[in-house]
């Protein structure tokens, strides 16, 4: 039970800070897409140290790895861009669309991550 609503969690967050952010709600520090978009990459962050960490440790070869450590790798440098306001980097300058990549990655790795328990080494 604690997977699934760890995912929930994640799905529910991400859904209202993209909603927020893209329609400009102003709630405590979050007042444009490029605050929802560091707030996201900060709480992402966070979702992956407690829970899809645990996949990549467990077959870091296994191609659903690899695809989370990519989006990871995205995740970062898109928050990176938007704390440091690099405005002219190639797509992920747009604090909208990086919003939407962040959210959109945090639900893909979460959903992955409920695979974890089908990688483990079969015992012979």
Known sequence: MEGK?????????????????LAGIHLFW??????AAITL??????????????FLMTR???PISIVGSII???AVIG????????ERFP?????????????A???AKGIMGRFQEALKPVAE
């Open 79 to 86: 928050l990176l861009v938007q704390v440091f306001g690099w």
């Open 30 to 35: 979050i007042d444009s897409a490029r605050s």
């Open 105 to 107: 990655g945090i639900i």
């Open 41 to 54: 990459g900060v709480i992402g962050a966070v979702f992956c140290a407690a829970n899809s960490y645990k």
């Open 60 to 62: 870091p070869g296994h």
């Open 91 to 103: 797509i992920l300058g747009n604090a909208k669309i990086t919003l939407v990549i962040l959210g």
């Open 5 to 21: 609503s760890i995912v929930t969690a994640e799905v529910i967050i991400s859904v209202v800070l993209v909603w927020m952010g």
């Open 72 to 74: 990871g790798v995205v």
